[in-house]
């Protein structure tokens, strides 16, 4: 009797093997490919690898372009939020729906469709490039355009979450108390939804990290003007294996960081 | 109480009209004078917070005006419409809203800072604010950190700090518990009578709007169905809804060892413990009315005159005189078969259990 | 060799490891794994359908990529049967891993090109106009064929390019090109044909000009042997050599 109650109590403290298993395979499809990147490293060479011109570079429009991209996505994302948060108006799931469309869009459809708006024969491009001289495809700006066109949705809809779950009374409080609207927003609507605005910027930042498909296509590939770790990745494979795994590695390490850090700090919004 | 002259120029003065599609309309039209307090009262649903959202300019009025000390607020037909943060209307919304990343003085600053009063004279005012509600060491809390009655007080500074022109208080009591809102009705009042403009109490607890209010104006399904000091509303209610809402009998008086007394009259309650000056509650329901004296168990009996009987739908309200004047409720048949009319001497009867006491 | 093969794989191309699953291993029929150079996409495809007219038990399915691409695909142990390079430098390092089972031959030539957006707008004549800053020029990116074809043509003509980008395959340059995003770049004289009119041509000077070797092999871990080896004769027989012919490539 006592024999059965303990075996049925341990049995019922332990969660399911079912469960337990498909867990575990679940997490090896994260780690399995990093362990296949760690044995393929070479340990020795990487210094070298590491603070080559071809990383250095690499490295150095990467943070430009993710940096960049995740400060327009906050200066254009954040009304955008707003709007579709708190106005009302006929055809907003339409424009919802167009502001997550990058999210489920290849990048490559997305650099593409870029390329067909802003390219020097674009929609805009060809204009613009009449009137100012601007040619944005193969150039930094490019790279940072692709990126944020990637990007933002992940800004737009961590946001405007945040708008909705913000009870509207202590902006109408703050109203009251005398304040305008740039004081509402700096006073009370950011900070309120700072978690929100914080795993958004993160993970906009992420996705402007990791983007290549959008990049390659728009921006093509020029080592210190337009490749970004991604992309040099992408090119080493197919020469420098070593490099090649040496650059995933950074990525891998600075995204990881990163993400780490933020998840301690902010990310109670997600 | 309160005069007749609607065009005053210190005050408040407002014709409020908003739709709120085919099912709602509130048409509600108000007016306070400076150093007056008029109670919104009325159910949930009855447009009070639709009320509290047109006067604080957070929702624009469809027709009617509002006018505060002379100036137009909104006039939908005039195109006028002050935004919120250039009313001077100062508001204590229900469950306070206050703003819970900030801390207490910075909550009671926030208009100030708003109003761009410089930092440290900002902050000074706040102090002194705080020190007066009693809350000057909790300065650097959060609004999460507070008691009810404490987060009470602290929106009230925060409202009354940028000295508005007219003082809105919706449902400052609802949030707390049934002892602490006792003690800060007291305190509520003594602000109250602080404030020298209109003020405006939204509330939907009858007792409430009796003891803080000057008048009082029922409100059901958006508009106003009737006006009146809580005496008027009290022995005089004129729909159902008011007659049960508002009226519920109110006595004042000194208990001791289970016995309330009044200027005329003892009553017995079931609190033995309870002491010092009270306010008694008896349901008109629960008075029992007779030809004859009762005998078992009530312990409050006495002989009265039926001075006035009102009829409402499936219930008639009697109202008794001296020695403690009543309002008793009693169905059309028992007043056939009791054959009352006005002038009808009657026995009232009260158990002790059917009296709520409660400190004043 | 094999365990890291095991561990690498999940490098190379979902897709093709998609594809791959169905690979019948039995003799008869079955689906044969083609991994092509991009300057074969339409010549391939051609060659795909009159293959499965002759043969209809196998299924060509076709995996068409940078040389260098597909080299390390295979390299990693992706379950490929043949594999067509568009150089012999890609070739010689699948074989010099023991890849490539028997013989490997030469099936096609081609020559390189100048590609110039229809209408030639910004009026290229020659190599020397790669050297031209205003101009958006774009190559092949390095150890791609098209890419060190390129370089090596340009050094031929004496000329230092002023490049804007380096795509990773022909196909994405010529795209490119096509779309009037860039001024020039040097591709295969297949892919100009290739456009009907997308793009115009500016001959390479034959003193100048580079001419590449298409090899093509039979790997040696093919999974359908015998489907490979019947592909890799259809592509050198005479109905072969005159789809690549159509195509606008030289033969051996």
Same mark, same amino acid.
């Given at each position: 009797?006592?024999?059965?109650?303990?075996?049925?109590?341990?049995?019922?403290?332990?969660?399911?093997?079912?469960?337990?298993?498909?867990a575990?395979?679940?997490?090896?499809?994260?780690?399995?490919?990093?362990?296949?990147?760690?044995?393929?490293?070479?340990?020795?060479?990487?210094?070298?690898?590491?603070?080559?011109?071809?990383?250095?570079?690499?490295?150095?429009?990467s943070?430009?372009?993710?940096?960049?991209?995740?400060?327009?996505?906050?200066?254009l994302?954040?009304?955008l939020?707003?709007?579709?948060?708190?106005?009302?108006?006929?055809?907003?799931?339409?424009?919802?729906?167009?502001?997550?469309?990058?999210?489920v869009?290849?990048?490559?459809?997305?650099?593409?469709?870029l390329?067909?708006?802003?390219?020097?024969?674009?929609?805009?491009?060809?204009?613009?490039?009449?009137?100012?001289?601007?040619?944005?495809?193969f150039?930094? $700006?490019?790279v940072?355009?692709?990126?944020?066109?990637?990007?933002?949705?992940?800004?737009?809809?961590?946001?405007?979450?945040?708008?909705?779950?913000l009870?509207?009374?202590?902006?109408?409080?703050?109203?009251?108390?005398?304040?305008?609207?740039?004081?509402?927003?700096?006073?009370v609507?950011?900070?309120?939804?700072?978690?929100?605005?914080?795993?958004?910027?993160?993970?906009? $930042?992420?996705?402007?990290?990791?983007?290549?498909?959008?990049?390659?296509?728009?921006?093509?590939?020029?080592?210190?003007?337009?490749?970004?770790?991604?992309l040099?990745?992408?090119? =080493?494979?197919?020469?420098?294996?070593?490099?090649?795994v =040496?650059?995933?590695?950074?990525?891998?390490?600075?995204?990881?960081?990163?993400l780490?850090?933020?998840?301690?700090?902010w $990310?109670?919004?997600? | 109480?309160? &005069?007749?002259?609607?065009?005053?120029?210190?005050?408040?003065?407002?014709?409020l009209?908003?739709?709120?599609?085919?099912?709602?309309?509130?048409?509600?039209?108000?007016?306070?004078? +400076?150093?007056?307090?008029?109670?919104?009262?009325?159910?949930?649903g009855?447009?009070?917070?639709?009320?509290?959202?047109?006067?604080? &300019?957070?929702l624009?009025l469809?027709?009617?005006?509002?006018?505060?000390?002379?100036?137009?607020?909104?006039?939908?037909?005039? &195109?006028?419409?002050?935004? +919120?943060?250039?009313?001077?209307?100062?508001?204590?919304?229900?469950?306070?809203?206050l703003?819970?990343?900030?801390?207490?003085?910075?909550?009671?600053?926030?208009?100030?800072?708003?109003?761009k009063?410089?930092?440290?004279?900002?902050?000074?005012?706040?102090?002194?604010?705080?020190?007066?509600?009693?809350?000057?060491d909790?300065?650097?809390?959060k609004?999460?950190?507070?008691?009810?009655?404490?987060?009470?007080?602290? +929106?009230?500074?925060?409202?009354?700090?940028?000295?508005?022109?007219l003082?809105?208080?919706?449902?400052?009591l609802?949030?707390?518990?049934?002892?602490?809102?006792?003690?800060?009705?007291?305190?509520?009042?003594?602000?109250l009578?602080?404030?020298?403009?209109?003020?405006?109490l939204?509330t939907?607890?009858?007792?409430?709007?009796?003891?803080?209010?000057?008048e009082?104006?029922?409100?059901?399904?958006?508009?106003?169905?009737?006006?009146?000091?809580?005496?008027?509303?009290?022995?005089?209610?004129?729909?159902?809804?008011?007659?049960?809402?508002?009226?519920?009998?109110?006595?004042?008086?000194?208990?001791?060892?289970?016995?309330?007394?009044?200027?005329?009259?003892?009553?017995?309650?079931?609190?033995?413990?309870i002491?010092?000056?009270?306010?008694?509650?008896?349901?008109?329901?629960?008075?029992?009315?007779?030809?004859?004296?009762?005998?078992?168990?009530?312990?409050?009996?006495?002989?009265?005159?039926?001075?006035?009987?009102?009829?409402? &739908?499936?219930?008639?309200?009697?109202?008794?005189g001296?020695?403690?004047?009543?309002?008793a409720?009693?169905?059309p048949?028992?007043?056939?078969?009791?054959?009352?009319v006005?002038?009808?001497?009657v026995?009232?009867?009260?158990?002790?259990?059917?009296?709520s006491v409660?400190k004043? | 060799?094999?365990?890291?093969?095991?561990?690498?794989?999940?490098?190379?191309?979902?897709?093709?490891?998609?594809?791959?699953?169905?690979?019948a291993?039995?003799?008869?029929?079955?689906e044969?794994?083609?991994?092509?150079?991009s300057?074969?996409?339409?010549?391939?495809?051609?060659?795909?359908?009159?293959?499965?007219?002759?043969?209809?038990?196998?299924?060509?399915?076709?995996?068409?990529?940078?040389?260098?691409?597909?080299?390390e695909?295979?390299?990693?142990?992706?379950?490929?049967?043949?594999?067509?390079?568009?150089?012999?430098?890609?070739?010689?390092?699948?074989?010099?891993?023991?890849?490539?089972d028997?013989?490997?031959?030469?099936?096609?030539?081609?020559?390189?090109?100048?590609?110039?957006?229809?209408?030639?707008?910004?009026?290229?004549?020659?190599?020397?106009?790669?050297?031209?800053d205003?101009?958006?020029?774009?190559?092949?990116?390095?150890?791609?064929?098209?890419?060190?074809?390129?370089?090596?043509?340009?050094?031929?003509?004496g000329?230092?390019?002023?490049?804007?980008?380096?795509?990773?395959?022909?196909?994405?340059?010529?795209?490119?090109?096509?779309?009037?995003?860039?001024?020039?770049?040097?591709?295969?004289?297949?892919?100009?044909?290739?456009?009907?009119?997308?793009?115009?041509?500016?001959?390479?000077?034959d003193?100048?000009?580079?001419?590449?070797?298409?090899?093509?092999a039979?790997?040696?871990d093919?999974?359908?042997?015998d489907?490979?080896?019947?592909?890799?004769?259809?592509?050198?027989?005479?109905?072969?050599?005159?789809?690549?012919?159509?195509?606008?490539?030289?033969?051996?």
């Amino acid at each position: 009797m006592t024999k059965q109650a303990t075996s049925r109590d341990r049995r019922k403290r332990r969660p399911p093997v079912v469960l337990v298993v498909l867990a575990a395979l679940g997490l090896s499809v994260f780690v399995v490919p990093l362990l296949g990147l760690l044995a393929r490293t070479p340990w020795r060479d990487l210094p070298t690898v590491l603070t080559s011109d071809v990383v250095l570079d690499a490295l150095r429009i990467s943070v430009i372009a993710s940096l960049g991209a995740t400060a327009i996505s906050a200066i254009l994302g954040v009304p955008l939020a707003w709007v579709l948060a708190r106005v009302e108006f006929r055809g907003r799931s339409i424009v919802r729906g167009l502001v997550v469309l990058p999210l489920v869009l290849p990048p490559v459809v997305g650099g593409a469709a870029l390329l067909f708006a802003l390219g020097r024969r674009g929609l805009i491009g060809e204009p613009l490039n009449q009137m100012t001289g601007l040619v944005l495809p193969f150039s930094t $700006w490019g790279v940072v355009i692709a990126a944020t066109f990637v990007a933002m949705p992940f800004l737009v809809i961590t946001v405007e979450g945040g708008l909705r779950n913000l009870d509207p009374r202590y902006e109408g409080a703050a109203a009251t108390l005398g304040a305008g609207r740039w004081t509402v927003l700096w006073r009370v609507t950011l900070p309120m939804i700072g978690s929100s605005l914080a795993a958004g910027l993160a993970l906009t $930042w992420a996705r402007a990290l990791g983007e290549f498909g959008a990049t390659i296509t728009f921006a093509g590939n020029l080592q210190g003007r337009t490749q970004t770790l991604p992309l040099a990745v992408f090119v =080493a494979m197919e020469s420098d294996r070593g490099a090649a795994v =040496a650059l995933s590695l950074i990525m891998v390490v600075i995204s990881l960081t990163v993400l780490i850090v933020l998840r301690h700090r902010w $990310w109670g919004a997600i | 109480m309160v &005069g007749g002259d609607m065009s005053r120029s210190t005050g408040l003065d407002a014709h409020l009209v908003v739709s709120r599609g085919e099912a709602f309309t509130l048409d509600v039209s108000l007016s306070i004078p +400076a150093g007056h307090t008029v109670a919104l009262l009325g159910p949930n649903g009855a447009g009070k917070s639709t009320v509290v959202a047109a006067i604080s &300019g957070l929702l624009p009025l469809d027709d009617g005006q509002i006018t505060l000390n002379g100036r137009t607020l909104d006039n939908p037909a005039d &195109g006028v419409l002050i935004p +919120a943060e250039d009313r001077g209307v100062g508001v204590v919304f229900q469950d306070y809203v206050l703003f819970p990343h900030l801390t207490v003085v910075e909550n009671v600053e926030f208009g100030l800072r708003s109003r761009k009063t410089p930092r440290r004279e900002a902050r000074e005012l706040a102090i002194r604010w705080l020190d007066r509600i009693g809350l000057d060491d909790l300065a650097d809390r959060k609004p999460g950190d507070l008691s009810g009655g404490q987060a009470q007080r602290v +929106a009230l500074a925060r409202a009354l700090i940028t000295e508005p022109d007219l003082l809105l208080l919706d449902e400052p009591l609802a949030a707390l518990d049934a002892t602490t809102r006792v003690d800060l009705r007291r305190t509520l009042a003594d602000h109250l009578g602080q404030f020298a403009g209109p003020r405006m109490l939204i509330t939907h607890d009858p007792t409430e709007a009796f003891l803080l209010a000057d008048e009082i104006h029922v409100i059901e399904d958006g508009v106003i169905t009737q006006v009146g000091t809580p005496d008027d509303i009290r022995l005089r209610p004129r729909t159902p809804y008011i007659a049960d809402l508002a009226g519920s009998n109110l006595v004042l008086g000194t208990a001791s060892s289970g016995t309330v007394t009044t200027g005329t009259q003892q009553l017995h309650i079931a609190d033995t413990q309870i002491s010092g000056p009270v306010l008694a509650a008896i349901h008109p329901r629960a008075i029992i009315i007779d030809r004859h004296q009762p005998d078992g168990s009530p312990r409050n009996t006495w002989e009265a005159t039926v001075i006035r009987i009102e009829h409402y &739908g499936d219930r008639v309200r009697l109202q008794t005189g001296d020695p403690l004047p009543l309002t008793a409720e009693i169905t059309p048949d028992a007043l056939s078969d009791l054959q009352i009319v006005e002038g009808s001497v009657v026995w009232i009867s009260i158990k002790a259990t059917e009296i709520s006491v409660q400190k004043d | 060799m094999k365990r890291h093969r095991a561990i690498t794989i999940g490098l190379a191309t979902g897709a093709l490891l998609i594809s791959a699953c169905g690979t019948a291993g039995d003799g008869a029929g079955g689906e044969v794994l083609v991994s092509a150079a991009s300057s074969l996409t339409e010549a391939f495809a051609e060659m795909e359908a009159a293959f499965e007219t002759v043969n209809p038990e196998f299924d060509v399915v076709l995996n068409i990529g940078g040389s260098s691409a597909l080299r390390e695909q295979i390299l990693a142990g992706a379950p490929v049967d043949v594999f067509a390079s568009a150089n012999t430098s890609n070739m010689d390092l699948v074989v010099d891993a023991g890849d490539v089972d028997g013989e490997l031959a030469i099936f096609a030539r081609n020559r390189l090109e100048i590609a110039v957006p229809s209408g030639n707008p910004a009026g290229v004549t020659g190599l020397t106009d790669f050297a031209r800053d205003e101009l958006l020029i774009g190559l092949c990116a390095e150890d791609v064929p098209c890419g060190d074809y390129g370089r090596q043509v340009l050094q031929n003509a004496g000329v230092t390019p002023n490049v804007d980008t380096e795509e990773p395959n022909v196909r994405a340059l010529l795209t490119k090109v096509e779309a009037g995003e860039l001024d020039a770049g040097i591709v295969y004289a297949t892919d100009v044909a290739s456009t009907d009119g997308g793009v115009d041509g500016v001959a390479v000077p034959d003193d100048d000009n580079v001419h590449a070797d298409y090899p093509i092999a039979v790997l040696a871990d093919a999974p359908n042997a015998d489907g490979a080896e019947a592909f890799v004769a259809f592509v050198l027989s005479d109905e072969g050599r005159s789809i690549l012919a159509d195509h606008g490539f030289g033969l051996p």
